[in-house]
């Protein structure tokens, strides 16, 4: 069968697949423990459910706006406000299905074919495939010193006549880890100053531990917003565990937003028309769930990261963010890929391997389960991987027995 050169270029999302197998192994009575998740196990807010619903039942569930309709436009203005104190109109916004597709169609908005977009690693898996989707280019920067934030300078220094745009996502998938506020301010400052676009990926940014919270780039921004290539991409999946909604926005200027809404009403059109109704109802109804989601998340964390302390030669960065650890496995294999491998294989814990966020030598960990996901499956790994440990494990009534080290 023929198929396109983009077709065969593009990859399929690791993490998409992940989450296949782990549920077609569990449906075969696996002792499946999932660590490699990207959502939330809580509920989708209340107000969320009670807005879908209230719209199902009248039965009439039909087009809208390929922008978005006006009462989540508002719902997203009233966000933006509160949160960044940023004043927006609804000619700023695009809602569109999951953040996923705002990038996407943002891309093909701003992208001329070998255009680049410049980001640093770790990545979120899906950025190279939507660039090259989009006929971009992507450009991964990697620290020199080994850190999961590159320095202004690595970044700039890859900036070249091609370059259209640079995404930063901060916390960051799969790291956790948040860049500074002044490395923030910086980007925003280079980006106004030589006029590219900063696409700024905040899709975690409520989801931040230890009391800190997450530079805002609109606090450095002096453009104003019509003139400014400023765009922020959010959405409603990891902040209210709302992931299967797929509701997410962008929010940028007019001229751009309207391309977006070009592409995308050709594209799919509006987003469900349900789904949109249950964003409004989150983002206008009561706010207590992200606090719960983000304690809960930290409470996580902090029990993924005492178990890993148990490991020898692991060395782990603590996520400032998210609900992903990104630990450095090499010391026991260099090769993730092999490595997740050999876990799913062997003690049927689910990782993801880190080159596919352009980082060798790593698993994303994610600590969004239950906290008995995570001390069973971290107990499980240092079993798979510890000389030390006792040479049989029992999953259920199943013996294993240490044969591969
Ligand atoms: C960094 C990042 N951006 C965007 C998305 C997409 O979110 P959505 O579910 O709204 O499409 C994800 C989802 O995993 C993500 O990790």
Redesign the pocket.
């Given at each position: 069968m023929s198929l396109s050169q983009l077709a065969r270029c593009i990859k399929e999302s690791a993490?998409l697949k992940l989450n296949e197998t782990a549920s077609v192994l569990r449906e075969k009575g696996e002792p499946i423990i999932h660590l490699g998740g990207?959502?939330p196990k809580s509920k989708a807010p209340m107000d969320a459910v009670i807005n879908c619903t209230s719209l199902l039942n009248t039965g009439e569930i039909r087009y809208t706006a390929p922008d978005g309709i006006p009462a989540l436009k508002k719902a997203i203005i009233r966000y933006t406000e509160e949160h960044y104190k940023k004043i927006v109109s609804a000619h700023n916004v695009i809602a569109s299905?999951?953040?996923?597709?705002?990038?996407m169609v943002l891309l093909h908005a701003i992208l001329d074919p070998k255009e680049e977009v410049i980001f640093p690693a770790p990545y979120?898996v899906?950025?190279p495939e939507m660039v090259k989707l989009a006929g971009g280019v992507p450009v991964p920067v990697t620290a020199e010193d080994g850190s999961f934030c590159p320095t202004v300078k690595e970044i700039t220094d890859v900036v070249s006549s091609y370059t259209k745009a640079i995404i930063l996502?901060s916390p960051?998938?799969p790291s956790g880890a948040m860049y500074s506020k002044d490395f923030v301010q910086e980007m925003v400052e280079y980006c106004e100053k030589k006029s590219i676009y900063l696409i700024m990926?905040d899709?975690?940014n409520r989801l931040v531990f230890d009391g800190k919270s997450a530079p805002l780039c609109y606090d450095f921004a002096k453009m104003p917003l019509e003139q400014s290539k400023l765009v922020v991409?959010n959405?409603?999946?990891?902040m209210y565990a709302m992931?299967g909604f797929?509701?997410?926005w962008a929010i940028a200027n007019q001229f751009l937003i309207e391309a977006m809404a070009t592409i995308q009403s050709q594209q799919t059109s509006g987003p469900s028309a349900p789904a949109q109704w249950a964003a409004v109802g989150a983002l206008n109804g009561v706010q207590s769930s992200i606090e719960s989601l983000r304690v809960t998340l930290e409470n996580n964390r902090n029990v993924m990261m005492d178990r890993l302390k148990a490991f020898d030669g692991v060395r782990v960065h603590t996520p400032d963010g998210?609900f992903y650890c990104f630990p450095d496995f090499s010391a026991y294999m260099k090769d993730s890929q092999k490595l997740a491998n050999l876990l799913l294989d062997k003690v049927r814990v689910v990782t993801v391997p880190g080159r596919e966020f352009g980082f060798e030598g790593h698993l994303r960990l994610s600590y969004c389960g239950t906290i008995r996901d995570i001390t069973e499956g971290l107990d499980r790994i240092k079993w798979a991987l510890d000389p030390h440990s006792a040479n049989e494990l029992y999953l259920g009534d199943r013996k294993l027995v240490r044969e591969w080290l």
């Open positions: 993490t990207g959502e299905g999951g953040a996923k597709q705002a990038l979120w899906s950025y996502n960051n998938n990926d899709i975690y991409i959405g409603v999946s990891k992931t797929r509701i997410g998210t």
